[in-house]
């Protein structure tokens, strides 16, 4: 149960952080407000890390394999497309459109089971639960 109430909190923080990034561009810029988001987002860390148990650092040096340790610039990707998405589309709109995309891709990263993830066999109620996903984007779009 807690999964899912974590999941639901972070999907609810994804919106938001959308919305306040999209209008911090406004002001300031993309990159600007990119790098904005990277380094408080740094800085909350490094609090946490002081405040909890502190892994030291040189554990990163153990990660394999080393490609795993993208998920920074992955992040600035995230970041700069959420901000360009919700600006064009609107906070719903893009938000509706990057879930369906997690969805696909988590699955097919399930099914293929790659990226350390274990393989799951191919299920078509799955599949069919995401066509079903597309529909409502579509019917959620019909204006």
């Given at each position: 149960?807690?999964?899912?109430?974590?999941?639901?909190?972070?999907?609810?923080?994804m919106?938001i952080?959308?919305i306040?990034n999209?209008?911090?561009?406004?002001?300031a810029?993309?990159w600007?407000?990119?790098?904005?988001v990277?380094?408080?987002a740094?800085?909350?860390?490094v609090?946490?890390?002081?405040?909890s148990?502190?892994?030291?650092?040189g554990?990163?040096?153990?990660v394999?394999?080393?490609y795993?340790?993208?998920?920074?610039?992955?992040?600035a990707g995230i970041?700069?497309?959420?901000?360009?998405?919700?600006g064009?589309l609107?906070?719903?709109?893009?938000?509706?459109?990057?879930v369906?995309?997690?969805l696909?891709?988590?699955?097919?990263i399930?099914?293929?089971?790659?990226?350390?993830?274990e393989?799951?066999?191919f299920?078509?109620?799955?599949?069919?639960?995401?066509?079903?996903a597309?529909?409502?984007v579509v019917?959620?779009?019909?204006?």
């Amino acid at each position: 149960m807690m999964g899912f109430l974590i999941a639901i909190f972070s999907g609810v923080l994804m919106s938001i952080q959308g919305i306040f990034n999209t209008n911090v561009t406004k002001t300031a810029g993309i990159w600007v407000s990119n790098g904005w988001v990277q380094i408080t987002a740094f800085l909350v860390c490094v609090a946490a890390w002081f405040l909890s148990g502190r892994q030291p650092l040189g554990q990163l040096f153990h990660v394999q394999p080393k490609y795993m340790l993208l998920g920074g610039v992955i992040g600035a990707g995230i970041t700069w497309t959420v901000i360009k998405s919700v600006g064009t589309l609107g906070p719903a709109k893009a938000v509706m459109l990057i879930v369906i995309a997690q969805l696909i891709t988590s699955y097919l990263i399930e099914v293929i089971g790659i990226f350390g993830v274990e393989k799951t066999p191919f299920a078509w109620r799955k599949c069919i639960g995401l066509v079903i996903a597309l529909i409502g984007v579509v019917l959620f779009q019909w204006e």
